[in-house]
């Protein structure tokens, strides 16, 4: 009891406060383009809740969604091939730093010309830009692979698909998840930024639109609602990784006990 | 009559076998001429000081490293990669076990990838397991057991693969004295009750002489065979008993002389070399 009250205070305790000092800096303003935190509370509703949601919020959602599951499947799948194959990785390692310096959203200009403004292009954007940090860490997973264990899947004769199923894929596991933890926050800001560009629908047009119609307390609670959605989709993984990685996490306690 | 061929026929033989590493552009002889026969069913133990290419000799049996020149038959044929016939079992436990999988799992594994139905596979399993004493186990991760139980799941995978030969790279190194005597114990009853052939690396004296019917002795790096000794103790060992025996104690003495002869002998050969510098 005492420790779920403890934890509360420590989770809470700042947020309470700044929302406590926004307050008292608002009270009395003058500016009229910082909200103040009742009517930012109240525009939310107004605005998020309804039909806004199905029409500008479910649209990002599934281009986020789309765009996130390409760039894990193609990241993993080149990810495993670069770090399994030597001739591979001399072959494709100085361009694939070179692209990956590439910052995603100038893509945005040049696919809108090869591919329109459509889904597809703001999904492609999204798997460009979040298949970097998968693609990367899992070919470090994949060259991490334990030499003993490795050895011991060659004693057994595991060659080919089951090598990748059973040694290969778990062994990289780790480092998949904190590629694809990073993805994430880089999907949230590109599926934003794509649809600043061109889009007729998307939190990152409707936020744009509200901007440019002076509608201020609205653009201001649709950052707010970016930023929820951040932290729902932080949650999620973190219960995803919860799973996948539950022999990782064990492992790693019985080691820190042990040494 | 082809039976009796067959099982006079050694099961591995190792011809010549010679390993250089290249590191650094330096040639390093591990392995320098390695000649030895293992009949089915034998159980050998190969000893040398430590670094003195017992692993290396051992992972070019195994199939995971390619002799530089010679070669190792099993079964009349050339080893090439991995056999069939084959189960390594390794000394670091830790690293050799999926941490992924839990215990049973672990096991199976391998027979699931050579594609043994599955009803034959529980058989299988549910059998090592409890050879090694683990039924209650099985519902575990590797990493949640002790040292000596991992090493124990590590055998049960190794028996369910049913090998016809078990090669044991040091496997007890790392587990405390206690656990070590058990496992022993346990190699032995496991390689009575299965009949199969074992080559067990170890750099302890002691365990060789309790463990094998013959102790193979190597020298130090370049590796040659220093004395291949047959070990005339009665079957039914026991770790008190045994080991008490006047003439475990003679094998015992014989095992070390000739090690502490293999040191020498490298000692005396560099200081000749440094001499002539």
Same mark, same amino acid.
């Given at each position: 009891?005492?420790?779920?009250?403890?934890?509360?205070?420590?989770?809470?305790?700042?947020?309470?406060?700044?929302?406590v000092? =926004?307050f008292?800096a608002?009270r009395?303003?003058?500016?009229?383009?910082?909200?103040?935190?009742?009517?930012?509370?109240k525009?939310?509703?107004?605005? =998020?809740v309804?039909p806004?949601?199905?029409?500008?919020?479910?649209?990002?959602?599934?281009?986020?969604?789309?765009?996130?599951?390409?760039a894990?499947?193609?990241?993993?799948?080149?990810?495993l091939?670069?770090?399994?194959s030597?001739v591979?990785?001399?072959?494709?390692?100085?361009?694939?730093?070179?692209?990956?310096?590439?910052?995603?959203?100038?893509?945005?200009?040049?696919?809108?010309?090869?591919?329109?403004?459509?889904?597809?292009?703001?999904?492609t954007?999204?798997?460009?830009?979040?298949?970097w940090?998968?693609?990367l860490?899992?070919?470090?997973?994949?060259?991490?692979?334990?030499?003993?264990?490795?050895?011991?899947?060659?004693?057994?004769?595991?060659t080919?698909v089951?090598?990748f199923?059973?040694?290969?894929l778990p062994?990289?596991?780790?480092?998949?998840?904190?590629?694809?933890?990073?993805?994430?926050s880089?999907?949230?800001?590109?599926?934003v930024?794509?649809?600043?560009?061109a889009?007729?629908?998307?939190?990152?047009?409707q936020?744009?639109?509200?901007?440019?119609t002076?509608?201020?307390?609205?653009? =201001?609670?649709?950052?707010?609602?970016?930023?929820?959605?951040?932290?729902?989709?932080?949650l999620?993984?973190?219960?995803?990784?919860?799973?996948?990685?539950? =022999?990782?996490?064990?492992?790693?306690?019985v080691?820190?006990?042990?040494? | 009559?082809?039976d009796?061929?067959?099982t006079?026929?050694?099961?591995l033989?190792?011809?010549h076998?010679?390993?250089?590493y290249?590191?650094?552009?330096?040639?390093?002889?591990?392995?320098?001429?390695?000649?030895?026969?293992?009949?089915?069913?034998?159980?050998?133990?190969?000893?040398?000081?430590?670094?003195?290419?017992?692993?290396?000799?051992?992972?070019?049996?195994?199939?995971?490293l390619?002799?530089?020149?010679?070669?190792?038959?099993?079964?009349?044929?050339?080893?090439?990669?991995?056999?069939?016939?084959?189960?390594?079992?390794?000394?670091?436990y830790?690293?050799?076990?999926f941490?992924?999988?839990?215990?049973y799992?672990?096991?199976?594994?391998?027979?699931?990838?050579?594609?043994?139905?599955k009803?034959?596979?529980?058989?299988?399993v549910?059998?090592?397991?409890?050879?090694?004493?683990?039924?209650?186990?099985t519902r575990?991760?590797?990493w949640?057991?002790?040292?000596?139980?991992?090493?124990?799941?590590?055998i049960?995978?190794?028996?369910?693969?049913?090998?016809?030969i078990?090669?044991?790279?040091?496997?007890f190194?790392?587990?405390?004295?206690?656990?070590?005597?058990?496992l022993?114990?346990?190699?032995?009853?496991?390689?009575?009750?299965?009949?199969?052939t074992?080559l067990?690396?170890?750099?302890?004296?002691?365990e060789?002489?309790?463990?094998?019917?013959?102790v193979?002795m190597?020298?130090?790096?370049?590796?040659?065979?220093?004395?291949?000794?047959?070990?005339?103790?009665?079957?039914?060992?026991?770790?008190?008993?045994?080991?008490s025996m006047?003439?475990?104690?003679?094998?015992?003495?014989?095992?070390?002389?000739?090690?502490?002869?293999?040191?020498?002998?490298?000692?005396?050969?560099e200081t000749?070399?440094?001499?002539?510098?």
């Amino acid at each position: 009891m005492k420790r779920v009250a403890s934890t509360l205070l420590s989770t809470f305790a700042l947020p309470v406060i700044l929302i406590v000092i =926004w307050f008292a800096a608002t009270r009395q303003q003058t500016s009229a383009f910082v909200p103040e935190p009742v009517s930012l509370v109240k525009t939310f509703g107004e605005v =998020w809740v309804g039909p806004a949601f199905t029409e500008q919020v479910v649209p990002s959602l599934i281009r986020l969604a789309a765009g996130l599951a390409g760039a894990i499947v193609v990241g993993i799948g080149l990810g495993l091939a670069v770090g399994y194959s030597r001739v591979l990785r001399d072959l494709l390692e100085p361009v694939l730093e070179f692209f990956r310096a590439l910052p995603a959203p100038v893509l945005i200009p040049v696919l809108m010309l090869l591919i329109g403004i459509g889904d597809a292009m703001k999904i492609t954007v999204i798997v460009i830009g979040c298949m970097w940090p998968i693609l990367l860490n899992t070919v470090d997973g994949v060259r991490a692979t334990d030499s003993v264990l490795t050895e011991t899947a060659r004693s057994f004769g595991f060659t080919g698909v089951s090598r990748f199923r059973y040694l290969i894929l778990p062994a990289a596991m780790p480092r998949i998840m904190t590629g694809v933890r990073q993805a994430l926050s880089i999907g949230i800001i590109l599926v934003v930024i794509s649809e600043m560009f061109a889009a007729v629908s998307g939190l990152g047009y409707q936020i744009v639109v509200f901007q440019r119609t002076f509608k201020i307390p609205e653009m =201001w609670s649709g950052i707010v609602l970016l930023a929820i959605i951040g932290l729902v989709l932080a949650l999620l993984f973190a219960l995803v990784e919860k799973v996948v990685l539950r =022999w990782y996490r064990g492992q790693r306690e019985v080691e820190n006990r042990g040494g | 009559m082809a039976d009796t061929l067959t099982t006079d026929a050694p099961l591995l033989s190792v011809e010549h076998v010679r390993k250089v590493y290249t590191t650094d552009g330096k040639a390093v002889e591990a392995v320098r001429d390695l000649t030895f026969e293992l009949s089915r069913g034998e159980f050998a133990c190969l000893v040398g000081p430590s670094g003195c290419g017992k692993t290396t000799l051992l992972k070019c049996i195994a199939g995971l490293l390619t002799p530089t020149s010679g070669q190792v038959m099993l079964d009349g044929k050339a080893v090439s990669g991995p056999p069939k016939k084959m189960a390594v079992v390794f000394q670091e436990y830790g690293r050799s076990l999926f941490p992924w999988m839990r215990v049973y799992e672990n096991v199976e594994v391998p027979l699931k990838n050579a594609r043994v139905p599955k009803a034959e596979r529980e058989r299988l399993v549910a059998e090592a397991l409890d050879a090694v004493g683990l039924s209650h186990a099985t519902r575990s991760y590797p990493w949640q057991l002790s040292g000596g139980m991992q090493q124990r799941v590590a055998i049960a995978r190794a028996i369910a693969y049913q090998p016809e030969i078990l090669l044991m790279d040091e496997p007890f190194a790392a587990v405390d004295a206690q656990t070590r005597a058990d496992l022993e114990d346990l190699v032995r009853e496991v390689w009575r009750r299965l009949g199969i052939t074992v080559l067990f690396v170890t750099h302890d004296i002691d365990e060789s002489v309790y463990l094998a019917q013959r102790v193979i002795m190597l020298s130090t790096s370049p590796t040659v065979i220093q004395k291949d000794l047959a070990i005339d103790l009665p079957d039914e060992r026991d770790q008190l008993e045994t080991r008490s025996m006047p003439r475990f104690i003679e094998l015992r003495h014989e095992v070390y002389e000739q090690i502490q002869r293999a040191k020498r002998g490298a000692a005396a050969e560099e200081t000749a070399v440094a001499a002539e510098h």
